[in-house]
């Protein structure tokens, strides 16, 4: 092969490797927005992580678990009983606490030392809540009547939870979503943490 053949193949060869460059460098550009236009709306709509802190929602959940946290459910329904929710703390919405819902909009909640006794349109005499994932008891004597478009909630922890007894209900627009996959620790992976449901 003579100069002139070797200098064209160079040049061919350097065109396709700028070419390549080229094509590598919007691949990236597009796969980028293909993740962005993904992962946004994900992780605004639909899931979120949330990493426990403290001791309030023990046994049923350990400081520095990490969770997954389904908001989708709740944009297209409400919360239920039972239910383990993550929300805005109604006197700080930057800060967002883990309880599980005891009380639905338009209730009467009636505590009674650890007994909860609800009152409602299909219940007016009352029902008392099953809570076997309670193991601290608490002394509380108190009667808190709900708007419509209030939760009462707490937390598993009764003697150490900092939940609606202390400070009110929640509002539904503070509602983030429920506890959907619990990741960490590996031992303790699984889907709908905590989950219960009332037979009454």
Same mark, same amino acid.
């Given at each position: 092969m003579n100069n002139k053949n070797e200098e064209e193949v160079l040049k061919v060869l350097k065109e396709k490797e700028k070419k390549?460059?080229?094509?590598?460098?919007?691949?990236?550009?597009?796969?980028? *927005? /293909?993740? !962005?236009? @993904? *992962? /946004?709306? !994900?992780? @605004?709509? /639909?899931?979120?992580?949330?990493?426990?802190?403290?001791?309030?929602?023990?046994?049923?959940?350990?400081?520095?678990?990490?969770?997954?946290?389904?908001?989708?459910?709740?944009?297209?329904?409400n919360p239920q009983r039972d239910d383990v929710v993550v929300f805005r703390y109604p006197d700080d919405t930057t800060k967002?606490?883990?309880?599980?819902?005891?009380?639905?909009?338009?209730?009467?909640?009636?505590?009674?030392?650890?007994?909860?006794?609800?009152?409602?349109?299909?219940h007016p005499e009352g029902f008392k809540l099953d809570q076997p994932f309670v193991e601290n008891?608490?002394?509380n004597d108190t009667t808190y009547v709900l708007k419509s478009n209030e939760y009462f909630v707490m937390g598993d922890n009764r003697t150490a939870s900092f939940d609606s007894r202390s400070w009110g209900p929640v509002p539904r627009n503070l509602m983030v979503g429920r506890a959907f996959l619990r990741l960490l620790p590996i031992?303790?992976?699984?889907?709908?943490?905590?989950n219960y449901k009332q037979i009454n």
């Open positions: 390549t460059k080229g094509q590598s460098f919007w691949e990236l550009v597009r796969f980028a *927005v /293909i993740a !962005i236009i @993904i *992962v /946004i709306p !994900i992780r @605004i709509f /639909i899931a979120q992580p949330f990493i426990v802190s403290g001791s309030s929602m023990f046994p049923t959940f350990k400081d520095g678990q990490y969770l997954v946290v389904d908001e989708l459910s709740y944009h297209l329904g967002f606490f883990i309880k599980r819902v005891i009380g639905l909009p338009n209730e009467t909640v009636k505590i009674s030392g650890s007994d909860v006794t609800i009152f409602n349109q299909a008891k608490s002394s031992n303790a992976i699984g889907a709908l943490p905590g």
